[in-house]
């Protein structure tokens, strides 16, 4: 199962009345989860750049889900520019207000600067970096809090564009959730 | 009589006082009630302008628009959708009088009295499935706290996404020990979780570190059956070899 989609009820909020504005079949509310290689999941760059590791979310406290695998690449970009890159697509898009969380697994994920760019409402896009290194194992925030409406698909590449401390970290793409 | 007019003083009172309580619930009311207009209006505005760009042929990829006449449109929708999504935010966040609590418990496990913190957004906790909330806030050195509006307690601490954290190497000359490291991390979580020594037994213990230069110090909780798409409650501290901290997680108290 690639796709856990929880529907949950809707409170009385902004997005409540944003379903007013639209068939209530197009509307879901809660939760939704891409896993790394999964059905939403595209991967793209030199198949020579990319590993494959046992554990993240799915291999570890995600059991149910599959596969209990991650993706992972160095960051070469201070030598070689963007090489790797993945997207995970949102499966049904939510027409209200969603947050984004990246699981970070334990091991191969030390990029301090990991940038995840939120494509939304089909016309926007915001990027922002994410450390990394000081998660272990658990949900970390993307965006910083920020809420994005009609969120579409997330993506994030090997390309650094601010600190980098070592051409030899490690950037780790495991599962991304999406709050609504 | 004078007992007749005890009663009715005191009915004119109770009276008063439930006119009054009226009136006041009555005042808190229409402040939220103007703030689901506002938010619907915002909302609306927001739709229409999407429909507008898309019309115009301002669809993304990947987050960039190719066509550069569709910046205005861009930046129109990001603008609105940040106003939108706070309206958003207002009706699902507590008062702030009641955030009191929240802001001291953050500042009391960074020791710090005078500790700015600022609080973010109110949204869905990624730990649980059951509609849990955390509420998010952002001190001034760019940390980021999740904290459980059920009962104040810390979820999560963590570098702030778009923070001005400069991240930076820890050289060997400032390494602590790990035994070291051990016992700051423990004096953390039995700071921050009460229940934690008397659970501690209970708990599946584990330490780790990325490259030596963040350590991990974690209690995984196996004993109770696992939802389908819950973690298993977990607490751990995250530091920095030189002992600053990087992480806090705390998924034990429910």
């Known amino acids: 199962m690639k796709l856990k989609s929880l529907r949950l009820a809707a409170a009385m909020s902004l997005s409540a009345l944003l379903l007013s504005a639209v068939p209530a079949s197009a509307a879901v509310i809660g939760v939704q989860v891409m896993a790394s290689d999964g059905s939403y999941f595209t991967a793209s760059g030199p198949s020579q750049y990319w590993h494959s590791a046992a554990g993240g979310y799915c291999g570890g406290p995600g059991l149910w889900c599959s596969p209990n695998t991650y993706r992972w690449t160095y960051d070469y970009n201070a030598t070689y520019g963007q090489q790797n890159s ?9 027409l209200v207000f969603s947050r984004a969380y990246a699981f970070i697994p334990r091991r191969n994920a030390t990029c301090r600067t990991a940038f995840y760019t939120m494509s939304y409402s ?9 450390d990394q290194l000081p998660y272990y194992d658990q949900w970390a925030p993307l965006f910083g809090g920020k809420s994005f409406y009609r969120a579409r698909q997330i993506w994030l590449s090997d390309g650094q564009q601010g600190f980098n401390l070592s051409t030899l970290e490690q950037i780790a793409f495991d599962e991304i959730k999406i709050e609504s | ?13 109770m009276f008063a006082i439930a006119i009054s309580g009226l009136a006041v ?7 939220m009630a103007a703030t689901k207009t506002r938010a ?24 960039a628009a190719q066509n550069p006449q569709c910046a205005d449109s861009r930046e129109r929708v990001s603008r609105l959708n940040d106003e939108a999504a706070q309206a958003d935010d207002e009706l699902k966040a507590r008062p702030p009088a009641l955030r009191a609590t929240a802001e001291k418990n953050i500042r009391k496990f960074r020791g710090r009295d005078g500790l700015a913190v600022n609080y973010l957004a109110t949204s869905s906790n990624p730990y649980r499935d059951d509609g849990a909330r955390i509420e998010t806030y952002v001190d001034d050195e760019a940390n980021e706290y999740w904290i459980d509006p059920g009962d104040d307690h810390l979820v ?5 996404a778009g923070g001005d954290q400069a991240p930076h190497k820890v050289g060997p000359e400032n390494r602590l020990p790990v035994s070291e490291l051990r016992q700051q991390a423990l004096r953390l979580i039995e700071a921050a979780d009460p229940v934690f020594a008397a659970r501690r037994s209970s708990l599946h213990p584990l330490e780790d570190n990325k490259g030596k230069q963040v350590y991990f110090f974690r209690w995984d909780d196996f004993s109770a059956p696992l939802k389908e798409s819950e973690m298993p409650p977990f607490i751990q501290v995250g530091l920095y070899a030189d002992g600053r901290l990087a992480s806090f997680t705390d998924t034990l108290n429910k």
């Open chain 1, 122 to 130: 089909g016309v926007s896009g915001y990027e922002q970096a994410l």
């Open chain 2, 156 to 160: 999560q601490v963590g570098p702030h």
């Open chain 2, 25 to 31: 619930g009555a005042k808190s009311i229409q402040p």
């Open chain 1, 86 to 94: 993945a997207v995970w697509k949102v499966p049904t898009e939510q």
């Open chain 2, 40 to 63: 619907a209006q915002l909302a609306e505005r927001l739709d229409q302008t999407v429909k507008e760009a898309l019309a115009k042929g301002c669809a993304d990829q990947n987050g």
């Open chain 2, 1 to 13: 009589m004078r007992y007749q007019k005890a009663l009715i003083a005191g009915g004119a009172a």
